[in-house]
């Protein structure tokens, strides 16, 4: 894990923001860098935690900024200062204010996994959904870090489950990119969608049967994934999968396709109608011991297939009339009857 903030008499280069995929991430740094002596005096006095100073100063400029365009309050949240964090919002702090990198408070206190203090910003309105330079919110953040209570407190707040960011990536693409398994399962039961595409026209699925992901791969089956979306490179999932030899993602892939065909076929055989005359809907006309006969004769059926005999044919011819006259308020009309009497003959 990355730490929050640092003093450093130099700049080192550090990870950027969701997703921290070494072939998706840029080159923004994540921590903060202090030289304590180039800071004005209520940054000094909250990035050592002195209250009573921090009372003195926040009535004259509770919004100063300092080198790095960051405020009082961004660095009252990435130390964890609740009590600081509380006494400027009091004092109207801007929650929204960005850094250099486009980071607000809110995001801040995300990274470094404050939850207090993120309890504290979004009671005082921080907008939940604001972006950085990369078009990624603070639900981005939570997500990529694998912060469980802080994503569920984000959603609980408005978060938007399905935003983009520059590259296309939502929330969930970063928890199957980084295989958050409980976060994805937390994105998917508040209804993140599993099919949204990043710029490259990859659903979140594809990136998890590129890394081999298995448990993400049936959680994004079960929740609706579609395994047949192709990226702009014209690959499918399955096809991912099997290009990086991932074989037992590619056939659960396979056993869903299946599954899916089977129940498809499964729902058209049941909503196709019955008519009258249907083998299924017709009555049982005939007794016990010629339906025994025919079955030691090895006969195939009783409509539409010659009888056995002539004789068998004669008392078949009986028993339907027998029937017609026996049920006069059966729902096969006389026609029908006849109709199905010429049929056998």
């Not at 990369?134 to 984000?154: C, D, F, K, N, P």
């Amino acid at each position: 894990m990355f730490g929050c903030f640092k003093s450093s008499s130099s700049k080192e280069s550090q990870p950027n923001g969701p997703p921290r995929n070494k072939d998706l991430a840029a080159a923004e740094p994540l921590e903060y860098e202090i030289r304590e002596k180039d800071l004005p005096k209520l940054h000094k006095a909250v990035w050592n935690g002195d209250l009573a100073k921090v009372k003195q100063l926040a009535k004259k400029d509770h919004n100063a900024l300092d080198k790095e365009n960051r405020t009082p309050l961004h660095l009252a949240v990435v130390k964890g200062y609740a009590n600081i964090v509380q006494e400027l919002l009091e004092w109207n702090a801007a929650t929204n204010m960005e850094d250099n990198h486009a980071k607000t408070p809110l995001m801040k206190a995300v990274e470094c996994n404050k939850e207090e203090c993120i309890r504290l910003l979004l009671e005082y309105k921080a907008s939940v959904d604001a972006m950085d330079k990369e078009g990624s919110s603070s639900l981005h953040y939570a997500v990529r870090e694998g912060y469980t209570r802080i994503v569920a407190e984000l959603i609980k707040a408005g978060a938007a489950i399905n935003k983009r960011n520059k590259q296309g990536y939502t929330p969930l693409h970063v928890s199957v990119i980084e295989k958050k398994d409980e976060v994805t399962r937390l994105l998917l039961e508040n209804k993140a969608d599993p099919n949204v595409m990043d710029n490259s026209l990859r659903p979140p699925i594809s990136y998890a049967c590129k890394d081999g992901s298995i448990t993400q791969v049936k959680l994004l089956l079960q929740a609706g994934a579609d395994p047949t979306i192709k990226d702009s490179s014209g690959w499918s999932p399955e096809d991912l999968a099997e290009s990086h030899g991932h074989y037992g993602c590619s056939q659960l892939i396979r056993d869903h396709n299946t599954k899916m065909s089977n129940i498809c076929q499964t729902d058209i055989t049941s909503r196709t109608p019955r008519t009258p005359g249907s083998s299924v809907a017709t009555p049982r006309i005939v007794s016990s011991t010629n339906t025994t006969q025919r079955a030691e004769g090895g006969d195939s059926g009783l409509f539409g297939l010659p009888s056995t005999n002539k004789e068998d044919s004669e008392e078949e011819s009986t028993d339907v009339m027998s029937a017609h006259k026996r049920d006069e308020n059966s729902w096969a009309d006389d026609t029908v009857i006849s109709q199905s009497i010429d049929e056998i003959y």
